[in-house]
Nanobody, 127 residues
Framework: QVPLEESGGGLVQAGGSLRLSCRSP???????????MSWFRQPPGKEREFVAT????????NYAESVKGRFTISRDNARSTVFLQMDNLEPEETAVYYC?????????????????WGQGTQVTVSS
C-alpha cells in the first residue's frame, strides 16, 4: 500500500473543465513511477467505474468509452504526479474520483489490478 493524494475536484457547471492531480507524498513519491496509474469514479449510489489508465512511461493510454475525446490522462514522473484533464463535463459525471496504482507497468479497467487507492476527490457538475 502506497498513500495517494488526489486534488483538483470541485463544483463546475455542465460543459466546464477540471484538472485532477494525484501524487504519492513524501518518501513514497517515486514509488508510482514504474507502475500504471488510473482514475476511477463512483457516482452517488453506484458502483466504482473505470475512467482512464496510463502506462508507467505514458506510452499507452486507455479510456472508458463515455469519456473518450473529453478526458485526457497524463503523468509527469519527474514530479511523480498523474493528471486527469476533464473537459465538457456532464452532470451525470458527478462522482468521487479516485486515483489508483496498478500492480505493474500496465493495467486494465478492473479494480482487482490495483494495489493502492487514494481517498478520492469530489467532482460535482451542475446542470
Amino acid at each position: 500500500q502506497v498513500p495517494l493524494e488526489e486534488s483538483g475536484g470541485g463544483l463546475v457547471q455542465a460543459g466546464g473543465s477540471l484538472r485532477l492531480s494525484c501524487r504519492s507524498p513524501g518518501r513514497y513519491s517515486r514509488t508510482i513511477n514504474n507502475n500504471a496509474m488510473s482514475w476511477f469514479r463512483q457516482p452517488p449510489g453506484k458502483e466504482r467505474e473505470f475512467v482512464a489508465t496510463i502506462s508507467w512511461n505514458g506510452g499507452s493510454r486507455n479510456y472508458a468509452e463515455s469519456v473518450k475525446g473529453r478526458f485526457t490522462i497524463s503523468r509527469d514522473n519527474a514530479r511523480s504526479t498523474v493528471f486527469l484533464q476533464m473537459d465538457n463535463l456532464e452532470p451525470e459525471e458527478t462522482a468521487v474520483y479516485y486515483c489508483a496504482k496498478g500492480r505493474s507497468s500496465f493495467a486494465g479497467s478492473s479494480p482487482d489490478g490495483y494495489t493502492s487507492w487514494g481517498q478520492g476527490t469530489q467532482v460535482t457538475v451542475s446542470s
